[in-house]
């Protein structure tokens, strides 16, 4: 029971946050509810002051006439029993209400204190209130006042009542007027203010649900539209209706849809264009590079040979220079492999620590030439993961020469972690970090984080981003941090079988240290 309670709960709140019309109904609703409810107290407060005003005006109106009857016709005690005299008098008073018996008479002679006085119909002399009695015998003019009370009767359940009470010489006389039917009337009055309440209020959340059904369902509509249009449907378009706002929305969503279709028509033709040129020149230049490496590497080799010192740097140079050409046509050749689809994983199970120490290897004397330090976290068992050995260390390679790039000579922390599913490896710096908005581009072709640096390490600009390809292709994530002045941390993590899925990541993304304290900007996770 709690479950589907939960789940109801839970689905409530999803409509709710989901929904505008829901919103906008269940607001209406509310405070249609909150205004009714006033009026209906105030309507009902109206209605019992006026209708208890009006029988009060006609109860003191009746004992006015009690009193003058009682004056015009005293009681005569020598001549009659005072007691049965009473009698008749308070059955004549209580016979002009007529057969329907609007009111009860209870009369009092002071004279006699052992005859409490004769009420009319078996109504019990305790229904009068204490505090009237006193008051009315208190006053020797003849004190005329109402209250409300209960009316016991002998044998009948007590019911609400008014009590008017006057005095005439030593007789005190009072007027009992049973409110049964006052009562069922406001009864019945409030009855009818609840219904006729509560189908306004489903009347105006049926207003709301019809008027805002008008504006959300094309909306609603455009957002499906929106939504198809971004999953690359670029021929969707919204249906105009007539010529309000909703149509003109319409109208300029299908005109950006439309712009926005040419643009992308446009640019995919350009990037196919750059794609082919950039393949054909790759491929095209092995051939006279190949013949120009061989010349070169001749030049190289009989350097010493040649007596003009500036013939000997210049064959230097051009070796140098030709290393750093095949590089670059080799990445090239590596990122139109990438843009064809032609890019195959040969994946083995392999001990990932050897590749990160193969890496680390190959960079150190780069390290030590910037004045970096390359500090190892790894684990001390055998990390085992199904990868292409070949482009994992080329991944971690480019990571720490980035690192070393940009270390500014500080310490380079190469952190690698595994959990059942998952391996990651991380290479923190503490150089000049990136900066807001860097993180979504250091991946990006050719992007330098500071195109005035100098380039030391003979890079092509395309290392980050054929490493992010890598990651991909083995189902992995290759993700950035980084903060001004802080430095920064690339983090790969891979799964251990390949083609599973990864879930997650055995090592933070922000370093520990950095963590704790706030940052001016979240770091964006790219590959995922």
């Known amino acids: 029971m709690r479950r589907f309670t939960r789940r109801g709960v839970r689905g409530a709140v999803t409509r709710w946050r989901r929904s505008i019309q829901v919103r906008v109904v269940a607001s209406t609703m509310v405070i249609s509810a909150i205004v009714v409810a006033i009026l209906g107290v105030f309507l009902m407060q109206q209605i019992t002051t006026a209708l208890l005003d009006s029988k009060e005006k006609a109860a003191l109106l009746q004992l006015e006439e009690g009193l003058g009857i009682i004056q015009r016709d005293p009681v005569n005690f020598g001549t009659a029993d005072p007691r049965v005299r009473l009698e008749d008098i308070a059955r004549t008073l209580a016979a002009r209400s007529g057969p329907s018996g609007l009111y009860e008479v209870y009369l009092r002679d002071t004279g006699e204190p052992l005859f409490d006085g004769f009420a009319t119909n078996e109504l019990r002399p305790e229904s009068v209130p204490e505090r009237l009695r006193r008051q009315v015998a208190a006053d020797p003019i003849g004190y005329r006042d109402r209250t409300y009370g209960r009316l016991t009767y002998v044998g009948h359940e007590p019911v609400p009542g008014l009590i008017v009470g006057g005095k005439a010489g030593r007789f005190e006389l009072y007027y009992l007027f049973p409110l049964t039917q006052e009562q069922q009337t406001l009864t019945e009055v409030q009855r009818t203010l609840v219904g006729v309440g509560a189908v306004l209020v489903l009347l105006l959340a049926a207003i709301a649900s019809i008027v805002t059904r008008q504006i959300v369902i094309p909306v609603r509509l455009a957002a499906q539209a929106a939504e198809r249009l971004a999953a690359g449907r670029l021929e969707e378009r919204m249906r105009v209706r007539g010529e309000d706002d909703l149509a003109r929305l319409a109208t300029s969503f299908n005109d950006m849809a439309a712009n926005l279709q040419e643009k992308i028509v446009q640019l995919e033709g350009l990037s196919q264009v750059q794609r082919q040129f950039v393949s054909d020149v790759s491929h095209e230049l092995r051939t006279p590079l190949t013949t120009i490496r061989i010349a070169g590497d001749m030049l190289y080799e009989h350097r010493d040979t040649f007596d003009d010192p500036l013939v000997q740097r210049s064959a230097e140079l051009l070796q140098s220079q030709l290393e750093r050409f095949e590089a670059l046509l080799a990445d090239l050749l590596e990122v139109s492999r990438y843009d064809a689809g032609a890019a195959t994983l ?183």
């Open 346 to 528: 040969d994946a083995e199970s392999v001990d990932v620590r050897d590749l990160v120490l193969r890496a680390v290897g190959d960079t150190e004397g780069l390290a030590e030439r910037k004045g970096s330090k390359l500090v190892l976290q790894l684990p001390g068992e055998p990390v085992m993961a199904e990868v292409d050995r070949k482009r994992i260390e080329r991944i971690v390679r480019n990571l720490l020469v980035n690192a070393v790039e940009h270390g500014e000579g500080q310490d380079i922390v190469v952190t690698m972690a595994s959990d059942r599913d998952a391996v990651a490896i991380a290479v923190r710096d503490h150089g000049v970090g990136l900066k807001p908005g860097e993180a979504q581009m250091v991946f990006d072709r050719f992007w330098r984080a500071d195109p005035a640096r100098a380039r030391t390490t003979g890079g092509t600009g395309l290392g980050l981003s054929i490493s992010r390809e890598d990651a991909q292709l083995h189902g992995g994530w290759l993700q950035a941090w980084g903060e001004p002045g802080v430095g920064s941390q690339f983090r790969l993590s891979l799964p251990r079988a390949a083609g599973e899925e990864l879930r997650g990541s055995p090592l933070p993304l922000v370093p520990p240290e950095v963590e704790l304290t706030p940052t001016p900007f979240a770091e964006l996770e790219l590959g995922e």
